[in-house]
């Protein structure tokens, strides 16, 4: 076999093995489970059960972006790691050639038009989330970086989703 093709099926079974350890990877996986089941045969879980999964539900992320922001901010050395012409870079990609590609893929592929397309755009201007930035931090690929992309992200969202709120007339 050829080193590269050996190389790729290493790498793979690596991150495979990771991957089946990881919690996040299970629930992700009953998460995704009891949604089908709950749409196909329309079944409810017990009110208490529902109400307190809907509080964890509203609180988690920002509580997990605000303690997890802080501790990876506070144990780097500078605020912006990958610097700012990077940085810039990046945020470019992100919040004008994401919802241009959003745009174009969609509307072609599935035939999405008006509010879907719209929304469809606007949420591709959002900044990235936690789960990306846990999984660079547990395999090493630069969890820095990707602690500024959230970290600026979340400043430039406001002004960035509200262009596209008003461009697009939602």
Request: aromatic share 10%; glycine share 8%.
């Amino acid at each position: 076999m050829p080193l590269a093709v050996v190389m790729m099926k290493l790498i793979l079974t690596m991150a495979g093995r990771k991957l089946i350890r990881n919690p996040i990877t299970y629930s992700t996986l009953i998460g995704l489970i009891w949604s089908l089941v709950k749409f196909r045969w329309d079944l409810e879980l017990p009110r208490i059960i529902d109400k307190s999964l809907e509080l964890i539900q509203n609180t988690g992320l920002g509580m997990a972006m605000f303690g997890l922001g802080h501790l990876f901010m506070a144990l780097q050395s500078r605020i912006i790691a990958c610097g700012y012409k990077v940085t810039i870079y990046g945020m470019v990609l992100k919040f004008l050639l994401g919802p241009a590609v959003m745009a174009a893929a969609p509307s072609a592929t599935f035939g999405l038009h008006s509010d879907l397309l719209w929304i469809a755009i606007v949420q591709a201007a959002l900044p990235c989330g936690i789960v990306p930035f846990v999984f660079a931090k547990e395999y090493n690929l630069h969890a820095d970086i990707l602690s500024t992309a959230v970290f600026i992200g979340m400043i430039v969202t406001v002004p960035v989703a509200l262009v596209y709120y008003i461009h697009l007339g939602l």
